[in-house]
Structures are given as C-alpha cells and as structure tokens.
C-alpha cells in the first residue's frame, strides 16, 4: 500500500481527478485528497471524502495539533496534482505555499508528478513554458497534456490525460522508487578548475547539473550517495541540501577530485564520473598575480596532463562495482559522437560509458540533455533524451539492468 496525496486544482478537469482518485482507492492505496478552494468550486468536499475514504480539508488551520500542513508531504510516498492549472504550476515554481497544498508540496521529498490542464495559449505561453522546464529540472515528473477538446469547443494541446495513464505513470515512479536500497554509490560533478595564478584558473562551462541529478536520483530511489563536487553553483548544489541519503565533498582541482573519488570509492558498489575534469593543469602556478607588462608581448603558460582519473578508478575497482564514465564529445572531419565514444570506452574500460554532444549551446549549462550509453565493448544499450534528471533515472535503469546481466563471479 502506497500513501498518496493527489493534490486537486481549481480547473473543470477535476471532475476527471474523481476516476483517478478511485483507482488508486481499488488498487489499495491510502489516497489523501487536498483540494485548493477552486477546486471545491468544481468537485465539492463530500464527493472526495466518500471517494477517498479520507476525510479531506483545504486550510492549513485545520487539524494544526497534528501540523498537518506539514505531517501530509513527510508521510507521502507520491504526490500527484491532477488537475495542474497554469495558475498552480506557477505557485509550485516559485514555491510559494499560501495553503495546504502548497505547504504539503514543499514538505514532501515524495516522487511528484503533475498533470497540465489548461487552454492551449496559455499552455503554450512563455511563462508556463519555462515552470515546466523549471519543475522538470527539480525532478517534477509531467504526464501530458494531451491534444484533445477542451471546455467552450476549443480543440489543442491542453486537456488533462486520462487518469489511467496518470496513474500508470507515478505508479511507475512508486515502483523504482526504493529499487537503489542497499547500494553505495559515489557520483562526481561540476567542473574542476585548475590554478593560474592566486586569481585565475584554466575551467569549463559544466554547470554540475547532470551530475547533481544523478546523485540525488541515487538518493531519491534508495541508495546512500557521496556527491563529489567541483566547481557546482551554489543555487545549484541548494538542490542537494538536507538529503538524508546524500553527502556533498567539496573539491577544487583534479588531483583533488581524484583524491576524493579514490577515497570514497573503497566502499562503494557504483561510480559515476559525471564531472568535467581538466585534461591539463599549469605546470609552474604562480603565486602573485600575473599582470601585463605593456610590451605586448603576450604569456606563454606550460601544461602537464591530469592523470586520467576515470581510467585509474577502473583498474582499481573491488569485485562486483560498476564504474560509469561520460565523454563530453564535439564531432568533426566527419566523425560522429559514437565514434568517438566507442574509441573512448575501449580506451577507459569503464562498464557503461554515457557519451553526450557538447557545443556552444548544448550539453553544458542547460536543463536538458541527451545521451547515449554504451558498454564496455561499445554497444549501443540505450539512448535518452529529455530533463537532465529524466536523463539521470533512464542511466540508473542502464545501471540496474548492467548489475544484474552480469555474470557470476
């Protein structure tokens, strides 16, 4: 038995919510309503407690000895919000939280998944258009909404999916949840930066958010996760802060990183080297600023390779771990990225290398990416593309799916 909170807003596609809710009740699941006031407009109370079997209120004043604005998303294993109106996923992206569900979605660290319902303008309105890319960054799952009729005659992009579908969706998601128990895992991310001088540093564009979600997707679905960061936003990194499952070490440079990851790795069932390492570092850092002198004469920096971190972690690997690498590639002279990826995997020898385009415009410091997987030998096991924690369970499925194919030792 699963307990379910379905969050209801104020649009005519509640009346659907209604199936949904008895569904989840014939299949065993403890079903806890919260409707916004608008909601109630359009399905009354009485027809969600008899439904649900719960008994239902809207204010976060009601049942306050059992703070029940904030007991409802801590006891949540999903929360869906069916119907989703444009107004609703406006006020879950800014976490604003002016009633029970709102204080309800910002407690819950519970799978959420949200089903758009609206006209189609204004589904397809910029400002709903960057929620969506918002919700779906922090790991909001989003199920339609469908091309179809919608109230006044009006046909589009903008009606709520069949609750069936709904339901198969974040059942779905209840189902992988916990399916990471037991592992340790150890994840790197961001960008190392390698020192210039005491002011400037030889860096990339990795914003640590592909890594960031791998982690907290390991986190999210069971398993105890070491997230290795290098240079990470902290804006970004917030996302990370009081998991319980998941610990956050800190690190600048390469060598650092590769000291951190060795380390961590001695207990670990799965690595993942999600982060972009410098291939190169200066060989002689200076210890006061480096200035123009007004010749014009320019500066010559000396670069030594960085170890091959990836490389050394799989030579080093205990029986039974699975080690991941990514290859960032840009392709040219007619080479594709597989190419370069399959060359890459034989190279490093890392159980599942995930190979991804990078550019101008791609890969890096986006909420969206696409990657395709490969094994050890270079075949093609899957390829995924959508959020960047859309991309971080679709791995974590490569993962599971390469553990258990593999042959007994």
Avoid: C
Wanted: charged share 20%; proline share 3%; hydrophobic share 50%.
């Amino acid at each position: 038995m699963v307990f379910i909170v379905v969050g209801v807003t104020g649009g005519i596609a509640a009346y659907k919510t209604v199936h949904l809710v008895r569904l989840l009740v014939k299949e065993g699941h403890d079903v806890h309503v919260v409707p916004t006031a608008d909601a109630l407009r359009f399905v009354g109370l009485p027809t969600w407690e008899s439904i649900s079997r719960n008994p239902v209120t809207t204010s976060v004043h009601d049942d306050v000895a059992r703070v029940r604005h904030v007991s409802l998303g801590r006891s949540a294993d999903l929360v869906i919000v069916a119907p989703a109106t444009a107004n609703s996923l406006a006020k879950m992206a800014a976490g604003l939280a002016d009633d029970l569900l709102g204080t309800t979605l910002l407690a819950t660290t519970a799978p959420v998944v949200v089903a758009p319902a609206m006209h189609t303008e204004m589904w397809r309105h910029a400002a709903t258009t960057h929620n969506i890319e918002l919700l779906r960054a922090r790991g909001v799952a989003v199920v339609g909404p469908d091309d179809g009729a919608l109230t006044g005659g009006d046909t589009g992009p903008g009606r709520m999916s069949e609750p069936e579908v709904i339901v198969a969706a974040a059942l779905h998601l209840v189902g992988r949840r916990r399916d990471l128990e037991g592992l340790r895992v150890v994840v790197s991310a961001g960008g190392t930066r390698e020192p210039i001088d005491p002011v400037r540093f030889i860096g990339n564009r990795s914003s640590g958010k592909q890594g960031l979600a791998i982690a907290k997707a390991a986190a999210d679905r069971g398993a105890e996760v070491v997230l290795v960061a290098a240079h990470v936003d902290d804006a970004v990194l917030a996302a990370a802060s009081g998991h319980a499952r998941l610990e956050v070490v800190r690190v600048g440079t390469a060598a650092e990183l590769a000291v951190a990851m060795t380390d961590a790795a001695s207990a670990a069932d799965v690595l993942v080297m999600a982060a972009a390492v410098a291939d190169y570092r200066v060989a002689r850092v200076s210890s006061r600023k480096l200035s123009k002198d007004g010749t014009g004469a320019g500066i010559t920096l000396d670069l030594v390779e960085n170890d091959d971190i990836l490389a050394g972690l799989v030579s080093a690997r205990a029986l039974g771990q699975t080690v991941v690498g990514f290859a960032a590639e840009t392709p040219s002279d007619g080479e594709t990225v597989i190419d370069r990826g399959r060359r890459k995997a034989a190279r490093k020898g890392a159980d599942l290398l995930a190979v991804n385009e990078v550019g101008w415009s791609a890969g890096f410091e986006t909420d969206e990416n696409a990657l395709t997987l490969l094994s050890a030998t270079g075949e093609v096991i899957a390829t995924v593309e959508g959020s960047k924690r859309e991309v971080a369970d679709a791995l974590w499925d490569a993962v599971l799916r390469s553990r258990t194919s593999r042959p007994a030792a």
